[in-house]
């Protein structure tokens, strides 16, 4: 019974991703934070390619983290659960002229590739939305070859509960296909269970634009204003946490952290 009820839950969160990102592919292309992003030249930086490597980007959304690895490798197959954000992300490589990426419709965690077969994979802030992500980084380490690389982007919470607890309702209030971000410290955690070894990790501030990071989602102004009801009642040290600047009765920004992990796959 159990099983049946987690099963429900998994297929209702993916049925919730497929939904908000089918509306919002377009939106993800060209967003600024997804576009650019001083986590996203880390990525890249961190990769060390030769121009040999077969990369696997999980959850490619806007096509980002392909776009930039393709003219540094041999191959990127780039994977994503929303037949839209696939689309989108082909014509925004084509315009680009990359010619050397393969889309495959697929999920994040039961990947549809043999054991073995990629030199590098990539995820980037995708994981907070997968309901198992043990099962995720387990199947990134299957499918890679010995010796190859896991880098992960995504966003992550304080280790303080109340703060954890602050940003997560935030996202979820925000977007019902959020599950969870999660701390660094759980992150170097799952990854080393999953049998990875830590190579590096780096930690960046992100600031959101309020209205710009809520009409991604396309809220509703209702949904909108009770959201900024929440962030201007929270409490003032998770105000001072997470510099929540408010001009007027508005909130104007507030800031975040992500982290760029990389993990080794021991030859």
């Known amino acids: 019974m159990d099983k049946e009820k987690r099963s429900e839950g998994e297929e209702t969160t993916k049925n919730a991703v497929q939904s908000q990102f089918s509306r919002s592919a377009e939106a993800y292309v060209s967003s600024p934070i997804h ?25 490619t959304g806007g096509g980002h983290v392909a776009n930039a690895l393709a003219p540094l490798v041999h191959r990127v197959t780039a994977l994503d659960l929303t037949e839209e954000m696939l689309l989108a992300a082909r014509r925004f490589l084509e315009k680009n002229g990359r010619t050397n990426v393969d889309f495959v419709k697929g999920d994040a965690e039961t990947l549809p590739f043999q054991d073995g077969v990629f030199d590098i994979v ?4 995708a994981a907070h939305h997968f309901p198992h992500v043990a099962s995720f980084i387990n199947e990134a380490f299957r ?16 280790e303080e509960e109340a703060f954890d607890e602050f940003y997560n309702e935030l996202e979820k209030r925000r977007d019902y296909s959020h599950h969870r971000a999660w701390k660094k410290s759980e992150w170097v955690s799952m990854t080393e269970r999953a049998g990875f070894e830590i190579g590096e990790w780096h930690r960046f501030t992100k600031t959101f634009k309020f209205d710009e990071w809520c009409d991604r989602m ?3 102004d209702e949904q909108k ?14 105000k001072r946490k997470f510099r929540i600047e408010i001009q007027g009765r508005q909130v104007d920004t507030f800031q975040g952290e992500s982290i760029v992990l990389k993990a080794v796959k021991p030859a």
Do not use: W
């Not at 010995?146 to 966003?155: A, E, H, R």
């Open 35 to 59: 576009a650019q992003g001083k986590d996203l030249h880390k990525l890249v930086e961190i990769a060390h390619p030769t121009g040999n490597e077969h990369v696997l980007d999980i959850a």
């Open 225 to 238: 204003q009770g959201l900024t009801y929440f962030v201007m009642n929270a409490p003032e040290k998770v």
């Open 122 to 125: 990539t995820c980037r802030i």
């Open 218 to 220: 396309h809220l509703s």
């Open 143 to 158: 499918v890679l070859k010995p010796g190859g690389s896991f880098l992960l982007v995504d966003n992550v919470v304080p």
